[in-house]
């Protein structure tokens, strides 16, 4: 029963930053990573980045890494995506997501729970 709410998104020029935020409602604690996956028009789902909830292990796609970093606040059951030096191709609808498995942490069929989604715009 866990509810995962984004918000951050919006367009911005290509450099800029934008920081997206999703907070889970419910029984926060139950999953195992809470990530972010991204999907472009004409573009399948793609792994950007997830966050152990236990620890603080993180995983980034290649594309992201040295651009994008995600954090959480385990207090307010939040996790963030802070994304710096936005790319056109960074243009994408980002969903937060949550699981309680253990089997992959990049693989969107492992995750459990689903945000409504953020649209994330960069122009060049």
């Known amino acids: 029963q866990v509810q995962l709410v984004e918000s951050g998104g919006g367009s911005v020029q290509a450099g800029g930053s934008l920081r997206l935020s999703c907070a889970a409602s419910g029984r926060a604690f139950r999953y195992t990573y809470m990530g972010w996956f991204r999907q472009a028009p004409g573009k399948e789902r793609e792994f950007v980045a997830t966050?152990?909830?236990?620890?603080?292990?993180?995983y980034y796609a290649d594309f992201v890494k040295g651009r994008f970093t995600i954090s959480r606040d385990s207090a307010k059951n939040t996790v963030y995506l802070q994304m710096n030096n936005l790319k056109p191709e960074d243009t994408a609808v980002y969903y937060c997501?949550?699981?309680?498995?253990?089997?992959?942490?990049?693989?969107?069929?492992?995750?459990?729970?689903w945000g409504q989604g953020t649209q994330v715009t960069v122009s060049s």
């Open positions: 997501a949550a699981q309680v498995g253990t089997t992959s942490y990049s693989d969107g069929k492992m995750y459990n729970y």
């Open positions: 966050i152990t909830w236990s620890a603080y292990s993180t």
